[in-house]
Nanobody, 125 residues
Framework: VQLQASGGGLVQAGDSLRLSCVASGRTFITYDLAWFRQAPGKEREFVAAINYRGGSTFYSDSVKGRFTISRDKPKNTVYLQMNSLKSEDTAVYYC???????????????????WGQGTEVTVSS
C-alpha cells in the first residue's frame, strides 16, 4: 500500500485546510486510518483516527472540535478537515493505515503499519 498525502500549504491563523490521503496498491477499505503530525524539533503526535467501518472517530484534545476526519471508501481516500487553524498546528501531517488484525490504541504510533510521505502545513499568526 502506498499512501499519498496532499493539501498542505501556508495559511493564516483562523483559516481552514482540507488534507487528503489516497491509497494505491491495495484498497484500505478494511483498514483503520489516522493522521499524525510532527512539528520541527518535536516528536510525531496523534491527531485523529477513524475506524475501518467509519463509524468511530478519535481526536487529540488539541484538535477536538476544530478538525474532522472522514473517509471515502470508493475513492480509497481519507480526509482531514482543519478549521480555525492556529500557529501551533504548524507541522508535517502524515496519514497512516492499520490493516487487520487491528491494534486497539488509536493514538499510538505503534498501531500503524503503512505511512504516507507527509504534507506540510504552515499557519502564520
Amino acid at each position: 500500500v502506498q499512501l499519498q498525502a496532499s493539501g498542505g500549504g501556508l495559511v493564516q491563523a483562523g483559516d481552514s485546510l482540507r488534507l487528503s490521503c489516497v491509497a494505491s496498491g491495495r484498497t484500505f477499505i478494511t483498514y483503520d486510518l489516522a493522521w499524525f503530525r510532527q512539528a520541527p524539533g518535536k516528536e510525531r503526535e496523534f491527531v485523529a483516527a477513524i475506524n475501518y467501518r467509519g463509524g468511530s472517530t478519535f481526536y487529540s484534545d488539541s484538535v477536538k472540535g476544530r478538525f474532522t476526519i472522514s473517509r471515502d471508501k470508493p475513492k480509497n481516500t481519507v480526509y482531514l478537515q482543519m478549521n480555525s487553524l492556529k500557529s501551533e498546528d504548524t507541522a508535517v501531517y502524515y496519514c497512516t493505515a492499520d490493516p487487520p488484525p487491528y491494534h486497539s490504541n488509536y493514538s499510538s504510533l505503534l498501531k500503524y503499519f503503512y505511512w504516507g510521505q507527509g504534507t506540510e502545513v504552515t499557519v502564520s499568526s
